[in-house]
């Protein structure tokens, strides 16, 4: 019979947390936990865009500012139940303004306060994005 010391040293775990891309801006990595993996985007947006394929531009409820919509004239419309002025999204879900073959914006140097502040996995609040979740769209209809 083996002795416990002797499994314990064979035994090689699995790391907790994996780089998959560094930036001078910071990085993105996978993090394991006893709920699953979550992937972190650790630095700054467009550096991110090639591993996230822009999913924040399909999260539902991108508000607008009145001050903002009349200086910038955004595609947006005034949602009832919301009672907000909210981007305008096209049949995919995805924001108008989302370049969908290079997944980029085209209004980014100009783009609302709400995507200016939001990041999607910094701050003590955000844990990142679960592997096997799926991100819910908004849609016009």
């Given at each position: 019979?083996?002795?416990?010391?002797?499994?314990?040293?064979?035994?090689?775990?699995?790391?907790?947390?994996?780089?998959?891309?560094?930036?001078?801006?910071?990085?993105?990595?996978?993090?394991?936990?006893?709920?699953?993996?979550?992937?972190?985007?650790?630095?700054?947006?467009?550096?991110?865009?090639?591993?996230?394929?822009?999913?924040?531009?399909?999260?539902?409820?991108?508000?607008?500012?009145?001050?903002?919509?009349?200086?910038a004239n955004y595609e947006s419309y005034f949602d009832q139940n919301a009672q907000l002025l909210l981007l305008?999204?096209?049949?995919?879900?995805?924001?108008?303004?989302?370049?969908?073959?290079?997944?980029?914006?085209?209004?980014?140097?100009?783009?609302?306060?709400?995507?200016?502040?939001?990041?999607?996995?910094?701050?003590?609040?955000?844990?990142?994005?679960?592997l096997s979740n799926k991100v819910h769209r908004q849609s016009n209809d």
């Open positions: 019979m083996k002795s416990l010391m002797s499994a314990k040293t064979k035994f090689n775990p699995i790391p907790r947390k994996t780089v998959i891309a560094e930036f001078p801006s910071g990085e993105i990595r996978i993090e394991d936990g006893s709920d699953g993996a979550w992937i972190l985007f650790d630095c700054d947006c467009l550096d991110a865009l090639p591993y996230c394929r822009a999913q924040c531009c399909g999260l539902r409820g991108t508000y607008v500012h009145q001050e903002e919509q009349d200086y305008k999204r096209d049949a995919d879900g995805m924001c108008y303004a989302l370049n969908r073959e290079t997944k980029t914006c085209e209004i980014y140097n100009n783009r609302p306060q709400v995507c200016r502040d939001f990041h999607c996995t910094r701050g003590p609040d955000m844990r990142g994005f679960k």
